[in-house]
T-cell receptor
Framework: DTGVSQNPRHKITKRGQNVTFRCDPI?????LYWYRQTLGQGPEFLTY????????KSRLLSDRFSAERPKGSFSTLEIQRTEQGDSAMYLC?????????????FGSGTQLSVL | AQSVTQLDSHVSVSEGTPVLLRCNYS??????LFWYVQHPNKGLQLLLK??????LVKGINGFEAEFKKSETSFHLTKPSAHMSDAAEYFC???????????FGQGTELSVKP
């Protein structure tokens, strides 16, 4: 399967610890997105990259959050000093932009639980 | 600002009966609208997409949706529900940048035997 891959699938951490998630997009895709989904809600946009450039960040992304896509391929999302409110499913999606007809492919997500 | 409102948080139907999942949108310009489905432990999957080419959009697995500008609605329908249709469904609008999606709160579809 060459879809979007996210690791780990689950992460349990204690409040105050740092965590890092990884997303491997579909190989030829130039855009990569991060979304967050809390229980009973739809996903919310966090940030996105075009190649290695981070083009937009949501106000939801506090200073404790940082995302990188160093070579325009895989991406990491780091949360520092985690809080219980960070508990959520973190979703990654990738796409190939062509003529405005963009289709996102989502990974299965990383479920974060902060105790 | 763009937004979508899913009118039902939960819909329950019997297998073989029609499905209707309701969605209203708000947009200051002609929107791109989508329906996504999310099965447990699986990634979000695109069911269908509206981009102004035709008001009735056919998607995968027998689903379709009709764009009604006068009602600002984009309801999802299927003539006959299958057990495998049980999942969470999201109505989605995109901003002018295309890939930045704004999701509704979701409708959980249950299918009874």
């Amino acid at each position: 399967d060459t879809g979007v891959s996210q690791n780990p699938r689950h992460k349990i951490t204690k409040r105050g610890q740092n965590v890092t998630f990884r997303c491997d997009p579909i190989s030829e895709h130039n855009r990569l997105y991060w979304y967050r989904q809390t229980l009973g809600q739809g996903p919310e946009f966090l940030t996105y990259f075009q190649n290695e450039a981070q083009l937009e960040k949501s106000r939801l992304l506090s200073d404790r959050f940082s995302a990188e896509r160093p070579k325009g391929s895989f991406s990491t999302l780091e949360i520092q000093r985690t809080e219980q409110g960070d508990s959520a499913m973190y979703l990654c999606a990738s796409s190939w932009t062509q003529g405005g007809n963009e289709k996102l492919f989502f990974g299965s997500g990383t479920q974060l639980s902060v105790l | 600002a763009q937004s979508v409102t899913q009118l039902d948080s939960h819909v329950s139907v019997s297998e073989g009966t029609p499905v209707l999942l309701r969605c209203n949108y708000s947009s200051s310009y002609s929107p791109s609208l989508f329906w996504y489905v999310q099965h447990p432990n699986k990634g979000l999957q695109l069911l269908l997409k509206y981009t102004s080419a035709a008001t009735l959009v056919k998607g995968i697995n027998g689903f379709e949706a009709e764009f009604k500008k006068s009602e600002t609605s984009f309801h999802l329908t299927k003539p006959s529900a299958h057990m495998s249709d049980a999942a969470e469904y999201f109505c989605v609008v995109s901003d002018f940048q295309g890939g930045k999606l704004i999701f509704g709160q979701g409708t959980e579809l249950s299918v009874k035997p």
